[in-house]
């Protein structure tokens, strides 16, 4: 089944300790999205890969990158893990279909600790 | 810049009880307008989206919803719950314009006691 993976699905880290999540498709969207989602709230967007064009949101902090090698993969890089970045990181992708009609597909996300 | 209500946090229904969540958005554009459900421990799923035409719109596991232009609304209905749709509802809006941003209402917790 075409689907979007997240690896690792559970991610511990240290405290000021990079760490990269990484995301894949079978989908062959050319689309991808990472979103943080905290406890209790809704999913906020980091910043997305049209292509291989990088579009980062305003207030995504400088601590997070992103790397797209090709159009299956795209990796979440946290350079300076804070306890405030401990949370569920969510992947989803999408087929640009003009009009903003696109429908985003989420992957399982990886829960990343921070010690 | 676009923002979604989600005026219920937490909704606790007994099973085969009707279900209305309501959704508001803030866009005076065209929209795109969605409904995710996320069950406990699994990730995010299209419950069912509206992009144009019937505003009455069928999705999976017998939920609907209806856009209603004049009020900015997007609300999830139910016939009959089951114990099984406890998940968190996510109503999410995509504007034409936008740059791919899709915005997220801040969630509803339903609760279906059997």
């Known amino acids: 089944d075409a689907m979007v993976i997240q690896n690792p699905r559970y991610q511990v880290t240290q405290f000021g300790k990079p760490v990269t999540l990484s995301c894949s498709q079978t989908?062959?969207?050319?689309?991808m999205y990472w979103y943080q989602q905290k406890s209790s709230q809704a999913p906020k967007l980091l910043f997305h890969y049209y292509d291989k064009d990088f579009n980062n949101e305003a207030d995504t902090p400088d601590n997070f990158q992103s790397r797209r090698p090709n159009t299956s993969f795209c990796f979440l890089d946290i350079r300076s893990p804070g306890l405030g970045d401990a949370a569920m990181y969510l992947c989803a992708t999408s087929r640009d279909a003009g009009q903003g009609r696109e429908t985003q597909y989420f992957g399982p996300g990886t829960r990343l600790l921070v010690l | 810049a676009q923002s979604v209500s989600q005026h219920n946090h937490h909704v606790i229904l007994s099973e085969a009880a009707s279900l209305e969540l309501g959704c508001n958005y803030s866009y005076g554009g065209t929209v795109n307008l969605f409904w995710y459900v996320q069950y406990p421990g699994q990730h995010l799923q299209l419950l069912l989206k509206y992009f144009s035409g019937d505003p009455l719109v069928k999705g999976i596991k017998g939920f609907e919803a209806e856009f209603i232009k004049s009020k900015f609304s997007f609300n999830l209905r139910k016939p009959s719950v089951q114990w099984s749709d406890t998940a968190e509802y996510f109503c999410?809006?995509?504007?034409?314009?936008?740059?791919?941003?899709?915005?997220f209402g801040s969630g509803t917790q339903l609760t279906v006691l059997p």
């Open positions: 989908l062959n969207h050319n689309v």
């Open positions: 999410a809006v995509l504007s034409s314009g936008s740059a791919r941003q899709l915005t």
